[in-house]
């Protein structure tokens, strides 16, 4: 499959129409096209897991992991670090890859790349875009896990990073 057309390309994502030849079958889908993401889970040295809540929308307020999208031609793992500093004010030491999914294959492009942040301390107040409202808090990682298995959290990087984390 290939796009054969831009129906729309904006700030952070465009529709483009892929046609192709797919098992002897032609097809032909619409697809957003996403640049990716990097979430962060992030350890303070007290074992909490620094959490953002935020609004989203057409969500509300939602409990989640810091992340934001890749910038042109980012590697995720520098994204990973510029994200938990604007929107935590914490530095990380170092990132390490838990996972990367598809949180809606089949219709996105959109890859989320996770990592686990280690050596984090507070750096400096949060450097937010003028659009964001972002409280910053720390939660013991079973709290997160409770909130994911009764539907309190539903972000999908959310649940697939800690559900990566937790075994560790």
């Given at each position: 499959?290939?796009r054969?057309?831009?129906?729309?390309?904006?700030?952070?994502?465009?529709?483009?129409?892929?046609?192709?030849v797919v098992?002897?079958?032609r097809?032909?889908?619409?697809?957003i096209?996403h640049?990716g993401a990097?979430?962060?889970?992030?350890?303070?040295?007290?074992?909490?897991?620094?959490?953002?809540r935020?609004?989203?929308?057409?969500?509300g307020?939602?409990?989640?992991?810091?992340?934001?999208?890749?910038?042109r031609?980012?590697?995720?793992?520098?994204c990973?670090f510029r994200e938990?500093e604007?929107?935590?004010?914490?530095?990380?030491?170092?990132?390490?890859r838990?996972?990367?999914?598809y949180p809606?294959i089949?219709?996105?492009?959109?890859v989320?790349?996770?990592?686990?942040?280690?050596?984090?301390?507070?750096a400096?107040?949060q450097?937010l875009?003028p659009?964001?409202?972002?409280?910053?808090?720390?939660m013991?990682p079973?709290?997160?896990?409770?909130m994911?298995?009764?539907?309190?959290?539903?972000?999908?990087k959310?649940?697939?990073?800690?559900?990566?984390?937790?075994?560790?």
């Amino acid at each position: 499959m290939r796009r054969t057309r831009r129906v729309y390309r904006g700030r952070v994502l465009g529709l483009g129409i892929y046609e192709g030849v797919v098992d002897g079958r032609r097809s032909r889908r619409e697809i957003i096209e996403h640049p990716g993401a990097a979430a962060v889970v992030a350890p303070d040295g007290e074992g909490r897991i620094l959490m953002v809540r935020q609004h989203r929308y057409p969500a509300g307020d939602v409990l989640e992991i810091p992340a934001g999208t890749l910038e042109r031609g980012e590697d995720p793992r520098a994204c990973a670090f510029r994200e938990l500093e604007e929107e935590t004010g914490y530095r990380a030491r170092r990132m390490t890859r838990l996972v990367s999914f598809y949180p809606s294959i089949g219709y996105n492009t959109e890859v989320i790349h996770c990592f686990l942040a280690s050596g984090v301390e507070r750096a400096s107040g949060q450097r937010l875009d003028p659009d964001e409202r972002i409280t910053v808090r720390r939660m013991r990682p079973g709290r997160i896990l409770s909130m994911i298995r009764t539907g309190r959290i539903m972000d999908s990087k959310t649940i697939c990073a800690m559900q990566a984390y937790a075994p560790r």
